[in-house]
């Protein structure tokens, strides 16, 4: 079992940075994809960026050339960085990881951009 704590959300300035961070409970070297995917109010989830164990990416068109995605060192927390944020980024952030097959997900976290 693998339980992913997400963590920085909050609220930004439109054009502001914020950086989530996803720790899983216990190193995960195997986790092929890690990744974060966003829920708007009244939407479905969807991706914004995955990163599989050998550090491909992969970006929602929606935030290429904004958002970086990257994994720590110690291979059990990925990052998000968030720049020149737009209100349509607001959402719940999940993070997402598929550790030998199986799927886990994160409880989110909730990132507001005021315009």
């Known amino acids: 079992q693998v339980q992913l704590v997400e963590s920085g959300g909050g609220l930004a300035q439109a054009g502001g940075s914020l950086r989530l961070s996803c720790t899983a409970s216990?190193?995960?070297?195997?986790?092929?994809?890690m990744g974060w995917y966003r829920q708007a109010a009244g939407k479905q989830r969807e991706l914004v960026a995955t990163i599989t164990s050998g550090g491909t990416t992969n970006y929602a068109d929606s935030v290429k050339g904004r958002f970086t995605i990257s994994r720590g060192n110690a291979r059990n927390t990925v990052y998000l960085q968030m720049n020149t944020l737009k209100p349509d980024d607001t959402a719940v952030y999940y993070c997402?990881?598929?550790?030998?097959?199986?799927?886990?997900w994160g409880k989110g976290t909730l990132v507001t951009v005021s315009s």
């Open positions: 216990r190193t995960v070297f195997s986790a092929n994809p």
């Open positions: 997402h990881a598929v550790v030998l097959g199986d799927t886990y």
